[in-house]
């Protein structure tokens, strides 16, 4: 398994003025994405994240070889916000370019969909408010492009809200043993979205002992 790579410094850092502070919640849900493991394929990085959805934010980017890539956005508003109902949000991105055979399927939106759900089910990934869409597209190059193949490709676009789950793990602080601090942990969130990456480029579970067989 990998880990995420975190910059120098981090990435939810107080400003220099000390103008703003990011709160507690916000500062442990985004240590639990960079000490997420996921699977040795995978390519997992810190990206900016879109200022505008909420009053704190944080990305990441997830590539599996070069032809799928997926993003992450954790979203954070103290004061909530209606259409989350609650306080978080996750907004999930996931494109790979598929064989025109698999875009042709009629089902494939269908499987993509149930791909995510289970993913995010098998990790007690505990989330509301599920929503997104499933697209695949076309791409055909005329002129002095028409050497080029044409590229078909699926794209899972959607967002979710992240519960918070109860849990027994408890804290070690000079050598006292105390309870966890209370709050979100991502990890599962962020391994259900590369496991739904893979499952969509067709690759075998990443796990001990299983190997995929060569494409003939």
Known sequence: MSSLLRPPGGGTDTPADG???????????VATL???TVRTDAVVREAPAPARLAPYTYACTVDLGEQATGRLVYLHDPDGQPAWSGCDRLVAFARVEVEPAMAADP???DVVWTWLTDSLSDRAAV????????????????GTLAHVAP???VELRCSWTPLARETS???????RVEPAEPGLDLQPHLTALVATLADMCGLPPDVPGVIG????
């Open 213 to 216: 067989l060569p494409s003939s």
């Open 34 to 36: 960079r000490e997420a």
């Open 169 to 175: 793990v408890r804290a070690i602080r000079g050598g």
């Open 127 to 142: 989330h509301a408010a599920l929503g997104g869409t499933v697209t695949t597209t076309a791409s055909y190059r005329y």
């Open 19 to 29: 103008a703003r502070k990011d709160p507690p919640a916000f500062t442990r849900a």
């Open 107 to 109: 089902l494939l939106s």
């Open 151 to 153: 590229q078909h490709e």
